[in-house]
């Protein structure tokens, strides 16, 4: 306490100026600066007395660390590269944990008010002692807040169970050994077996590039109209369900896999549900898999616990059979005799060790599926040990104060925005029998989990000196779980990772080539990567992933169900709905969408007896294109965007329902993060379909918030092309959007709210 009284005691002594800049700047102007609060934080952190003693113990840790990886001199000698700067890491963290506390304390002096400036002389006699120190000290602490926000949680690698969680080291038990030889009996219906051990040849690869498809369409009773796309004859469609054989599951999963939702679904039923059922046979044909009808407040839980079964089933059966042959080569090397021949290695391994990536985009997400797998993996009774969970749970999970505050906000928002909502991480997972170690160097990982934007910072860009991907390839799995949500953050980030994966890789990274799979070297990695896609909505940018980057030589499956009611049918107001159609060539055709906008549709809305029209635009270059046209216009508008401040947005609000400002330009990335309701629309102008159904009825019915103007002068007007199919049927409705797309008018009315729902 003594220590706490005297830094009250430092800041109460303030002067009422230096307190203002205290509070303004945080931090004390330089021309009052007292050296002698900097040797307080040494005393704090209690360091050990004698600086050659605090060296010694670090010396025996880090001869504490290298013993168990003294197996091969280049482990040895990342081991002696590596420690160094894990010590510096840890005492940057440290003074940053102390600038953060002596911070805490210069509040607390700034509302005791103002003392004696007697302690300053006292503090000042220590200056000369440790002021370099002191000075190094925040220099470092700096460093480290710049290091944290580069390299992301890079700093929090786990070294230490490197050896334990080494695939190469460890060995299968004579039990285990009679496991998985009784599993090689049953190879004919593992598909996991079948479809690694299966070799293409030249033609077969030409095939698969050339793009000619075989397609055919089949019902299943709970995932609906699947369309199944097969580049190679020998490897047919999906059958139905009944002759669709379920996946074979490691011994590990046996007895808990179908107590899957125990995790997700913790109030209602444990029990692996219809659904999942089926999910999971499609999953177990290890053909590529497009889903996008899952709801995040219904089938968002129920998607992510399949796929993280089907994930770490693959990942124990790939890392058991490497096991089981380290054991047989063993054998073998203690059984042969002299002068015999050597049997040949088995292939049962990439060029590198990551074998699934999981693209999620926020941390709760992350958490999730981290949950799900420990679940998993821990039956009935017995724990399992989980490396660095703690800390894991410390970063992806989430605090009171991210907690949003009591708005009212629809399900699917807090469905989506639940937890640690942080778009920037990656975290690499390994798994060795029943442990699991959390924070994984990338190259020592069989699971890595990442958002789309934590990755691009280690992939890098053409001309970095810095960047890496060669772990991405032997990825045998890739999941990309809600696919629409990547939309609405950077879907560059998303295509720069399907570029770089399955790359060959420029370093060997010790890899044992004689085990590495023929088809791995022949660079055909790509033929054999099963790729998951999950989203909520239909779109032509995540069509052109499976289209362009996935060439899986099992083919590809995708739910074709029509919807047969559209979200215009839960818009509330009466309210006539104008549907324009414009002529385009192609989807990414803005220039045909603006020219139309300026021509036909504008000059309607600028009499000023057209006041209060939003503008909903889907895409940000777009409202900057129209944005920039309306000032150069000199027209009475506002604007608010995803990157508007709160004050920008209440001014563009308070002035448009004030009548103020004729025009609001609104973004569709704005509504997806606040979901604000906006007051004061008479007038709704539609630039393009909602990528969400549901927000075209959502900003529909806010015109029954503003209180002002009759219900008669209310109107919508939504421009659309026949690239915009997927979202007219989603709104409209299958049956009427196919009129509506081969009618001769390009113009067609709706009317809602009344008897009719449509005319």
């Not at 990755?455 to 990309?480: H, N, Q, Y």
């Not at 021509?599 to 777009?622: C, E």
């Not at 000032?631 to 709160?646: I, P, T």
């Amino acid at each position: 306490m003594g220590k706490r009284r005297q830094n009250k005691q430092l800041f109460t002594n303030l002067s009422k100026k230096q307190k203002k800049h205290l509070k303004e700047f945080g931090e004390e102007h330089p021309f009052h600066d007292v050296i002698n609060e900097r040797p307080e934080r040494t005393e704090i952190v209690e360091l050990p007395a004698s600086p050659e003693q605090s060296d010694a113990e670090s010396d025996d840790l880090e001869e504490e660390e290298e013993e168990p990886e003294q197996k091969t001199a280049y482990q040895k000698l990342l081991s002696t590269l590596s420690q160094p700067t894990s010590n510096d890491q840890s005492e940057e963290e440290e003074s940053t944990d102390d600038e953060e506390e002596e911070e805490a304390l210069r509040g607390e002096g700034d509302s005791d008010g103002v003392g004696d400036d007697g302690d300053e002389d006292e503090g000042e006699e220590e200056e000369p002692e440790d002021a370099d120190e002191a000075l190094t000290k925040a220099v470092e602490g700096e460093e480290g807040e710049e290091e944290e926000k580069q390299a992301g949680d890079e700093e929090f690698i786990d070294k230490e169970h490197e050896y334990q969680f080494c695939l190469e080291s460890n060995f299968m038990g004579e039990g285990e050994q009679e496991d998985t030889k009784s599993i090689a009996e049953h190879d004919s219906k593992d598909m996991f077996l079948q479809h690694l051990n299966t070799e293409l040849d030249e033609e077969d690869v030409q095939k698969i590039t050339s793009g000619s498809k075989a397609k055919t369409q089949i019902m299943w009773p709970k995932l609906g109209a699947l369309l199944c796309t097969n580049p190679l004859e020998k490897f047919g469609p999906i059958g139905s369900l009944k002759d669709t054989n379920p996946p074979v599951f490691h011994k590990l999963l046996e007895a808990c896999w179908k107590d899957l939702n125990q995790t997700s679904n913790s109030k209602g039923a444990a029990e692996i549900s219809p659904f999942q059922l089926e999910l999971l046979a499609l999953m177990g044909s290890y053909k590529d898999l497009y889903y996008p009808e899952t709801c995040p407040l219904n089938q968002g839980p129920q998607v992510r616990s399949a796929y993280c079964l089907h994930a770490l089933n693959h990942v124990l059966k790939a890392n058991s059979q490497v096991l089981a042959h380290n054991a047989q080569k063993r054998e073998q090397k203690t059984q042969a005799k002299p002068g015999a021949e050597p049997q040949d290695e088995p292939r049962d391994q990439g060029l590198t060790r990551p074998k699934v990536l999981i693209l999620v985009p926020f941390r709760g997400g992350a958490l999730h599926i981290v949950q799900t797998l420990i679940s998993l993996l821990e039956t009935k009774g017995k724990k399992i040990v989980v490396s660095n969970k703690k800390r894991f749970k410390e970063e992806f999970g989430e605090e009171a104060d991210d907690k949003p505050s009591n708005l009212q906000r629809p399900d699917d928002y807090h469905a989506i925005f639940s937890g640690n909502v942080d778009d920037h991480f990656k975290i690499g997972i390994s798994i060795i029998r029943s442990s699991i170690r959390l924070y994984a160097p990338f190259y020592s990982s069989d699971i890595i989990i990442a958002s789309p934007l934590g990755l691009r910072t280690v992939l890098g860009a053409e001309g970095e000196s810095k960047r890496d991907f060669d772990f991405l390839s032997s990825i045998e799995m890739l999941v990309v779980d809600q696919t629409d949500v990547f939309l609405m953050q950077n879907w560059e980030h998303v295509l720069h990772v399907m570029k770089h994966m399955n790359l060959q890789p420029l370093d060997s990274h010790d890899v044992d080539f004689s085990r590495v799979r023929m088809w791995n070297l022949n660079n055909w990695a790509r033929h054999y990567r099963q790729t998951l896609v999950f989203s909520s909505i239909q779109d032509p940018q995540i069509n052109n992933i499976l289209t362009k980057h996935c060439v899986n030589y099992r083919g590809q499956i995708a739910t074709k169900n029509i919807p047969k009611t559209g979200s215009i049918c839960q818009v509330l107001v009466q309210l006539p709905h104008v549907f324009q159609m414009f002529s385009s060539d192609s989807f990414m055709d803005h220039d045909a969408r603006f020219q139309f906008f300026v021509d036909k549709v504008l000059p309607q809305y600028r009499d000023s007896v057209m006041s209060h029209t939003l503008i909903y635009v889907p895409s940000y270059f777009d409202y900057v294109r129209l944005r920039n046209y309306m000032k150069k216009e000199e027209m009475n508008f506002a604007s608010v965007c995803e990157y508007s401040s709160k004050s920008e947005v209440s001014r563009a609000r308070h002035f448009f329902q004030k009548g103020d400002k004729q025009f609001l330009l609104f973004t569709e990335r704005f509504h997806f993060y606040k979901r604000y309701t906006i007051k004061g629309i008479q007038n709704l102008i539609f630039y393009g379909l909602p990528s969400y159904p549901h927000f075209y009825s959502e900003v529909c019915n806010m015109l029954s918030a503003g209180g002002q103007g009759e219900e008669v002068s209310w109107t919508c007007t939504a421009l659309y092309s026949r690239y915009d199919a997927h979202r007219l049927a989603a709104i409209t409705g299958a049956q009427r959007a196919a009129q509506m797309l081969h009618s001769n008018k390009t113009v067609h009315l709706f009317v809602t709210g009344g008897d009719d729902k449509a005319s």
